[in-house]
């Protein structure tokens, strides 16, 4: 398949997915929309569903809502760093899922950093950033070793250390960081300037992590598809035998594939805390690792195109939780429809008619351009 027939399929199969799973979303809508009759209960899903889908960009009156496409923008950095990882590690054929922990592990890094060290202004909070995603990528060097050394499943051994992070963070919080004047779990507030610049002054956390994350996608997509290392991750997932006889070292590519992933998850958890918190909190960090590997998959693990994907799913998102507040449609219908995009992205099948459609017709117009004969493939 032609590259560009291999797009046209990408986003064809993106659009399908996403459209069954609004579709899916627009049946739940309406049992869960209050009415008297089938009819009201029509109208009040799509009105949510309008709500849903256009309340990010627009308010009730139809003017612009800046704050609201604001928090938009604000809600994809994070995730644009765990779209970024997953993409890496997926991209070598590597099922780490270790980036939910490491997104926590890195913010928690940081926020020790900006919280302890006196540093000056502007080196506090590089540097607390740069710390959070060395722990994270130093700590994902164990499932990446196990996995070359030994063989260990990465998949099973990176869901469990999400679990050792987890809990090791809330030890660590609990007993030796907890800030005990105040009345949840959290810790010391962070030096002032370790906080980084907004690019918004309307409370919605849009900070200069968006700009670095942008950077940060663009210098990860030259990485992987115009560095040798880079195309030793890719060729790696396609065929590892066809690496290890070109004389790469498969080991070492394994490994790096796993620690880059972890040092750009942890990158995006320092600037994620330092960019929308004062402090650093258990709970402030609701399940972005996951929504990563939706965003990887919805991008094609291409990291050019997270920062698309992770728009998507960011405005969906917000769509939701503006959608719950104007009507009685819970706003945990955003899993539901990531959940769906997954399944449809995942089937091998899906599409596979469309696609076999668009081979024929790419083998026919190098057929065509070169001729029929090997011969005329050569002149």
Known sequence: ???????????????????????????????????????????????????????????????????????????????????????????ANQFNLGAEGGIMLGSFAASLVAIYWKLPVFVLPVTAILVGALVTGAVMYVPAILKAKLGVSEMVHSLMLNYVIMYTVAFLMHTYFIDTSKGQVQTHPFQTHALLPQLADNGSGLSIGFAAAII??????????????????????????????????????????????????????????????????????????????????????????????????????????????????????ISIIQAVIFVFFAAERFLSGYRQKLVIQGTKQETKEYGSTPEGALQ
């Not at 309340?55 to 644009?80: D, E, H, T």
């Not at 115009?226 to 006889?245: A, D, E, L, P």
């Not at 258990?282 to 994907?309: C, D, E, Q, R």
Request: aromatic share 14%; charged share 5%.
């Open 1 to 91: 398949m032609t590259n560009k027939n291999a797009l046209k399929f990408t986003v064809a199969r993106a659009a399908a997915a996403i459209g069954i799973a609004l579709l899916v979303a627009l049946v739940l809508i309406f049992f869960s929309t209050a009415g008297t009759g089938f009819f009201d209960r029509l109208a009040g899903s799509f009105h949510a569903l309008g709500v849903m889908l256009t309340r990010p960009f627009i308010k009730g009156n139809g003017a612009f809502s800046a704050r609201n496409f604001s928090s938009v923008l604000a809600g994809m950095i994070p995730i644009i760093f765990t779209g970024l990882a997953t993409c890496v590690m997926f991209s």
């Open 216 to 333: 940060i996608a663009v210098a990860t997509w030259y990485f992987m598809y115009r560095t040798k290392w880079g195309y030793g991750i890719r060729m790696t997932g396609i065929n590892q035998s066809f690496v290890m006889y070109s004389g790469m070292n498969v080991t070492t590519v394994i490994v790096v594939s796993q620690v880059l992933g972890g040092f750009l998850a942890g990158m995006g958890g320092g600037f994620e805390m330092l960019g929308r918190y004062t402090a650093y909190s258990g709970s402030s960090l609701p399940g972005y690792g996951w929504t990563g590997i939706t965003v990887a998959i919805l991008a094609n693990n291409n990291p050019v195109f997270v920062p698309f994907a992770a728009f998507f799913i960011s405005y969906l998102t917000k769509g939701c939780t503006l959608m719950a507040t104007y009507s009685n449609v819970p706003s945990q219908l």
